[in-house]
């Protein structure tokens, strides 16, 4: 965790939604950006949106698609406008135009965090602890807990080939590498775990700061 500015965000305590009883919190939030990395398919949106619909206050969630959908030339385009390519076996290659982008992008996240507005950020560290270290520069002075997003790559492969929106082989090989240096306060399996449990895991860390 990283600054001194709280937020003063309050848990929602005891309410339903559906059938399903949610579990009851009564604490303070002070963290201003809670950060999901992990990789294609891990995860990271529904664990998102099950955080929002817990946290009481305005939280968004943004991330890497956010950016790669703002950067393309149209709905059909994957490529952030000609700065990203997809290579054999899932990998992808990024044109150093990218960067200033990327960098504009962390800034006015961090800008977001900094208006008093919840942010859980949705990324996938593809150089590792070196994308972190970027994105945590740009965050600095906010408080921010990192999350690693966990999944096993047959797991996420699997899910992968039920979605239309996404290339073959990027589950795989993201898997581990957007995790290779990086460092958490947490880290949850969501190949091993729902995403109630998850958000649980994340919720608790929260009422201990």
């Known amino acids: ?20 009883e949610v579990a009851a919190y009564d604490f303070t939030v002070s963290i201003d950006v809670i950060v999901l990395n992990g990789g294609s398919s891990a995860g990271k949106s529904s664990l998102a949106a099950e955080l929002k619909q817990r946290l009481d206050g305005r939280w968004l969630s943004l991330g890497i ?8 030339f149209g709905p059909n385009d994957t490529s952030a406008g000609g700065t990203m390519t997809f290579v054999h076996g899932g990998a992808i290659e990024i044109d150093p ?25 949705d990324e996938v560290f593809l150089n590792g602890g070196q994308s972190q270290d970027e994105l945590r520069k740009a965050l600095l002075g906010l408080r921010v807990i990192w999350v690693g997003v966990q999944c096993e790559a047959d797991v996420a492969e699997a899910r992968e080939r039920d979605r239309e929106d996404r290339t073959s082989g990027l589950a795989r090989d993201q898997a581990n590498r ?16 729902t995403t109630d449990q998850c958000a649980d895991d994340i919720i608790e860390i929260l009422s201990q700061l």
């Not at 937020?7 to 305590?13: E, F, K, N, P």
């Open 178 to 193: 957007v995790h290779v240096g990086a460092t958490y306060d947490l880290s949850v399996d969501t190949s091993k775990t």
């Open 65 to 72: 698609d956010d950016l790669i959908k703002a950067l393309s």
């Open 1 to 20: 965790m990283e600054g001194t500015i709280p937020t003063g965000t309050a848990v929602r305590s005891g309410h339903h939604r559906g059938s399903r």
């Open 97 to 121: 135009e990218f960067f200033p982008a990327q960098s504009a992008w962390y800034a006015g996240l961090a800008a977001i965090a900094r208006a008093g507005v919840g942010l859980i950020i």
